[in-house]
């Protein structure tokens, strides 16, 4: 009775602003005909659009793993000082609003930024990489790897410190303990967070947004149909495709993650 | 004793682990550059010339009296989003920890969906859905519900972990069979027991409020402009430096906040920390 009465104001509040709305949202490709549901598969442009959001965020996900991965082997076990407040520096763009990376990224890499000043005295030519997929990129990476730094030094924290050393004091050779030490002590951590860096990526919209990207992303394709062209049925229908999507990875990862997957997500 | 500092000699003398280390040092630039070319570029005259053509602080004031508003109403919104969780989510986290039926898990997974499904995805949904009622789409409580919704969930997670540990349950036990009634039982005991994760809750409300765009740019009326929307449009409108000087004002505005949250959580936590399992 008590816990009825605790949860229901959680429960209304979701119920109206989100079960509702999104029950509406998913019945509105219907009035255009159940095709329109599988329209990011059918529709040439939506699907190329999909593909290269995939694409664009798996490859960020291994990228920022492998490097935040070495990152939080470096720093998880090592006490200097400044560790804590380098960490906390390494983490900071987490506070940061998407825009603000996709802006630091033109600010480097745009037409008036440091790196076109030095491909100019060096080259002779102001090289840009801000509007296109490299900059897409690494805009992407800059947000995915704060993340992914604080899960892998938590991990390596607690560590166990002595099946590396038995193992280097046996003469392992490298690869062997990057193989049989470290990944199956970071597996778990590596699979949860990739599942949401991965999720995150495929739905990142303020970056993309701010570099206006000529490397189209499924954010921006929901967002140009719904403003530009008043095309609600369609925008519903990709963005369904979208959550879909990042959901079930989510959920995948949950699922054969158990413990470690919540651990990160919190 | 000799054999310890030998050890530690020959450990300082090498470098270890040279490949990790680059690999962080590049990581620490790649990180930390673009924060002082943007704080930088906010304060010359001109981006273009750079450091040769003087420091100012007039696009500080002139981003100060074109956005300054949205810097407030950014705080406002976010701490407005705390206090909703608070009341909605920690009664309803207490709830969840207490009930082993399939109905709460099944809340508790559906309560997490918003964080799981692009911003975009409620966005669109909460205008199809209210669009029409102008009173409420105008006005900041309509960005006020998105935020809720998506910042419920980790609200609602970090609570009931906490008031899921089985000291918890009996010292609710021993505080009920005192004959304390289930207000005081709830604000009196635990909610002061599990205080450290009621404030680490609020701290990732805010944070994730203030900086919360996807949503955002799609919910707000020229009159609802907040600090990320501001940020975007003067990405896309004004000459570099002064979007570099609001990026700089965001840092400001934003950050002290947040590190002042962080350090009383982390007071609250010293306090309580070791309550209720080993105190008094």
């Not at chain 1, 008036?112 to 491909?119: E, I, V």
């Not at chain 1, 979208?242 to 995948?252: H, I, K, N, P």
């Not at chain 2, 280390?21 to 924060?35: A, E, N």
Request: glycine share 8%; hydrophobic share 55%; net charge positive.
């Amino acid at each position: 009775m008590i816990a009825a009465f605790c949860i229901a104001p959680a429960a209304v509040v979701f119920a109206a602003f989100w079960l509702l709305p999104m029950a509406e949202l998913a019945w509105l490709p219907s009035t255009k005909g159940a095709a329109t549901y599988f329209a990011v598969l059918t529709e040439p442009r939506y699907l190329k659009s999909l593909v290269q959001t995939t694409v664009l965020s798996v490859a960020v996900t291994l990228v920022s793993l492998v490097v935040a991965a070495a990152v939080g082997l470096y720093l998880g076990r090592r006490e200097f000082a400044g560790r804590r407040l380098l960490l906390s520096v390494l983490t900071l763009p987490l506070s940061f609003p998407g825009v603000i990376v996709g802006f630091f990224v033109i600010l480097v890499g745009g037409r008036q930024g440091p790196f076109a000043d030095l491909t100019d005295a060096l080259a002779g030519q102001r090289i840009t990489f801000a509007y296109g997929l490299t900059g897409l990129f690494l805009a992407y990476v800059y947000f995915s790897l704060p993340r992914a730094i604080a899960s892998f030094t938590a991990v390596v924290e607690r560590m166990d410190r002595e099946l590396e050393e038995a193992a280097r004091s046996l003469a392992a050779p490298r690869w062997a303990i990057v193989r049989d030490v470290w990944w199956p002590a970071l597996q778990p951590t590596a699979l949860a967070v990739g599942a949401i860096l991965f999720a995150t990526a495929m739905g990142a919209f303020g970056t993309a947004f701010t570099l206006a990207s000529r490397y189209e992303v499924l954010p921006i394709t929901i967002y140009n149909e719904f403003t530009n062209y008043a095309n609600f049925a369609l925008a519903a229908s990709l963005s369904i495709a979208l959550g879909v999507m990042t959901w079930a990875v989510l959920f995948v990862a949950r699922r054969f993650g158990g413990a470690a997957a919540a651990g990160a997500a919190a | 004793m000799r054999g310890g500092a030998d050890v530690k000699l020959r450990r300082r003398g090498r470098v270890d682990a040279p490949v990790l280390l680059g690999i962080t040092v590049l990581v620490t630039l790649f990180t930390v550059l673009p924060m002082l070319v943007s704080v930088g570029a906010g304060l010359t005259n001109n981006f273009s010339r750079g450091w040769a053509s003087g420091f100012t602080t007039r696009w500080l004031v002139e981003v100060w009296s074109l956005y300054g508003a949205t810097a407030w109403r950014s705080v406002a919104l976010a701490l407005s989003c705390v206090v909703v969780a608070l009341l909605v989510g920690v009664p309803c986290a207490w709830a969840l920890a207490r009930s082993r039926s399939r109905w709460a898990r099944a809340f508790e997974e559906l309560l997490t969906l918003p964080v799981a499904v692009p911003g975009l995805a409620t966005a669109l949904a909460l205008i199809l859905a209210y669009g029409e009622l102008r009173g409420f789409r105008q006005s900041f409580a309509f960005i006020l519900v998105g935020h809720v919704v998506f910042t419920l969930p980790f609200m609602v997670r970090t609570v009931a972990a906490a008031f899921a540990r089985d000291d918890l349950v009996a010292l609710e036990e021993a505080a009920r069979s005192l004959g304390a009634s289930f207000l005081q039982r709830f604000l009196g005991v635990l909610v002061p027991a599990i205080a450290p994760s009621i404030v680490a809750g609020s701290l990732m409300v805010f944070t994730l409020s203030v900086g919360e765009f996807n949503l955002t740019w799609m919910l707000h009326t020229p009159l609802t402009r907040t600090l990320p929307v501001g940020l975007a449009d003067s990405y896309a409108s004004m000459r570099i430096e002064i979007g570099s000087a609001y990026t700089l004002v965001f840092f400001v505005v934003i950050l002290p906040v947040l590190w002042g949250m962080q350090a009383a959580a982390r007071w609250i936590e010293q306090r309580h920390g070791a309550l209720p399992s080993h105190g008094r």
